[in-house]
C-alpha cells in the first residue's frame, strides 16, 4: 500500500507544485528553454545555405531530420507539448497578475522593465504569424526578456550576472532574427539559392 501512495504522492506534490506561481514560472522557463534551443537548431540548420556546398549540406540536413520517423515525431510530440504548455502556463500566470490587480493602474510608468518585457504577453501570439519577415524581429523581441527572464525563473539571478545575461538574451535574439531574416531577403535579392532552383 505504501509503494503505491508513493507515486501518487509525487504526482500530487507536481500538481501541488504547478498550481503555484513559483511552479508555472519554471514551467515557463524549461518550456522556453526547449523551444529557445529548437530554434537555435533550426536557423543553424537552414543557414548552411549559405554553404559553398549548399546543395549538399541541405539534404544530408533534411537526411538527417528524417532518418528515423519514430524519433522524428517523438520530437514534434514534445515540441508541441512544450509549447501548449508554454502558452497555457502563461495564460494561466497573466490572469493571476489580473486577479491580484483587478482594478487597473491609474497611469503606469515603467521603471525597470523593458520594452520587450512589456510585450511578451503580446509578441508571442504574434509569433503565429510567420508569413512576413518582421515576425521575426518580434520573436526577437520575445527572445530578448523570455532567454534573461528564463534564467531568473530558475533562481539564477544575482546582481553580479544580471549585466552578462541581459546582453546574452539580447546577443542571442539578435543573431537568431537576423540569421533567419537574412535567408528569405538573400534568396529574393538573388544573393543565395539560385543554384538549389
Aim: some cysteine.
Amino acid at each position: 500500500m505504501a509503494t503505491a501512495a508513493a507515486p501518487n504522492s509525487k504526482l500530487q506534490q507536481s500538481l501541488a507544485l504547478y498550481q503555484s506561481t513559483i511552479g508555472k514560472k519554471y514551467v515557463v522557463a524549461i518550456t522556453g528553454a526547449v523551444l529557445f534551443a529548437f530554434t537555435i537548431g533550426h536557423m543553424l540548420g537552414n543557414l548552411q545555405i549559405y554553404l559553398p556546398n549548399a546543395e549538399e549540406a541541405l539534404m544530408t540536413y533534411a537526411k538527417l531530420l528524417h532518418a528515423s520517423a519514430e524519433l522524428l515525431w517523438a520530437i514534434r510530440i514534445a515540441l508541441l507539448t512544450c509549447f501548449v504548455l508554454h502558452v497555457v502556463t502563461i495564460a494561466q500566470l497573466y490572469n493571476v497578475n489580473r486577479a491580484a490587480r483587478p482594478q487597473a493602474y491609474i497611469k503606469k510608468t515603467p521603471t525597470i522593465s523593458s520594452y520587450a518585457s512589456r510585450t511578451m504577453y503580446f509578441s508571442g501570439p504574434i509569433l503565429f504569424f510567420f508569413v512576413l519577415i518582421i515576425a521575426m524581429s518580434m520573436l526577437g523581441l520575445h527572445l530578448t526578456h523570455g532567454v534573461w527572464s528564463m534564467f531568473q525563473s530558475v533562481g539564477f539571478n544575482h546582481p553580479r550576472y544580471t549585466q552578462t545575461l541581459r546582453t546574452f538574451a539580447t546577443a542571442a535574439a539578435a543573431v537568431i532574427s537576423l540569421g533567419n531574416i537574412s535567408i528569405p531577403v538573400c534568396v529574393l535579392l538573388g544573393i543565395i539559392g539560385k543554384d538549389l532552383v
